[in-house]
């Protein structure tokens, strides 16, 4: 099934914050309790759970709590909506610009041929 536009909303609003980025990165890395995930960041941790929340919201990790810690691991499979979204337009622009390689190409030569006649017909004075 296609990704709804809220979805895709939720997704690329998540990913559009550099902090929230820089948490899948460290997640991509494996599971890790949310004060290590903290720690890089010069924020209160009010703001580092308000990040999580939206990572959570839009599928993008899952939190868990363990004895005392809250532990949080990525969850790839929230990434495929956007992926799919993002391939088709890939897709599509890659066509585009395989066509206009090979008209480019193609105007290239004719117009090396034209230049060649025109030269072959001024030297022959």
Known sequence: MPPTTDTLSTIFAALADPTRRAIL???????????????PFAMSGAAISKHLRVLAAAGLIERQVSARWRICHLRAEGLHDAHA?????????????????????RTHAAGAEARGKTNDRGTGS
């Open 25 to 39: 990165a460290r997640l991509a890395q494996g599971e890790a309790p949310v004060g290590e995930l903290a720690r």
């Open 85 to 105: 979204w993002l391939e088709a337009y890939r897709r599509h622009w890659e066509g585009n610009l395989d066509r206009l390689v090979e008209f480019v190409e």
